[in-house]
């Protein structure tokens, strides 16, 4: 009697798979459009200096590795806080912040605090979304709905449609955001529909949890931050997971943190104490090195500007390759204004396979590509394989 027998096997994780048939493929110009990473021009995702810099502080001076509080470091969240929200809205006595395992940690966390205040809170999600919100939410036991966002046709948000959807939120029901750089389409909302959400939350008694994974990646640290503020300062209470995996790129050291504003500070401190209570059931604490080599940046004048370079760079390579693609495809001219690592092309997931087999160009089974996997030397080889097949 085996206690494992009843265990079904899971569908394998599509990307990770891509990742291995990428790394066997031996054509020279093969493309890796696949994992959510950035790249360089040259394919690559060095270390950021400024974390380098950073790294050597925190080996040089760090004098124990003891236990820390359930907060993590408190610096940390401290300094996230501000960047995300602005000092005033970081500082106001009824936001609960804690640091948790990356942005990921930072959802699940959110999504059981959410599951333990009202079962039966639905979770209102864009279609399409990042593939991991599904398990996060179900995870919990909350019940996700799906509202229209993307149009495959026009490669924009179909807003009139979401907005209609949501019509049927009831009070207390949770609307999960993306705060930039949308993942997988890249589109992203103007400040009229930002606000027109907002008031829409506000009328309905929504609960806005932005997932905000990509801060400085799509219009710069205030521009993305921009929308993620008025949320929080305008409706009594908004939730908020930061990563800092992508715009530091520690993606392996699993670095993020959640804000919480609560209506009042007696709801903020039983908030508080839901929260440390589910992160000790869960991971106890998080991933201390990580944090701390960011919190180093943002405390240091110089390092924090050596580390707003890079993430200019970055920023600025991934908005080039999208003004690249859209000059040299016109069915996929809105790819320019969209923001962040992501875009999802208009073509069937036959084609995906014909792009991999025939043209050595790997991406999600979606369509979605990252957008800084292409590079001035493959962008001519992209163009012509996927003109074939847009549709
Ligand atoms: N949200 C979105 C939309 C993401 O794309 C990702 C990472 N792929 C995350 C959250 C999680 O980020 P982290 O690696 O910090 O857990």
Redesign the pocket.
Known sequence: QSQFGSLAQQAPDSLLGLIRLFQEDQRPHKIDLGV?IFRDDQGLTPVLGAIKAAERILVEQQESKSYLGPVGDSGFVDLTARLALGDDLATSPSLVGLQT???????RLAFELLAEASKDSAVWVGSP??M??FPLIASTGLESRHHRFYDPATLRIDFDGMMSDLASAKPGDVLLL?GC???PTGATFSSAEWAEIIALCERQGLLPLI????HGLGDGLEADAAPVRMFVENLPEAIV?Y????NFG??RD???SLFVKAATLAQADAVRSQLFGTARAMWSMPPDHGAAACRIILSSPELRSVWQEELDTMRERINGLRQAVANSLPRLSAVANQRG??SLLPISTDAVRLLREESAIYMAPDGRINIAGLSEANLAHFVEATSRFLE
């Open positions: 959510g395992p990356g942005g990921n940690g930072a959802l979304t990042w991991n919100h993306h750089c949308h993942n997932d905000f994974a990509y997971a990563s800092c995996d992508k520690m993606y699993r670095v993020g690592l992501f």
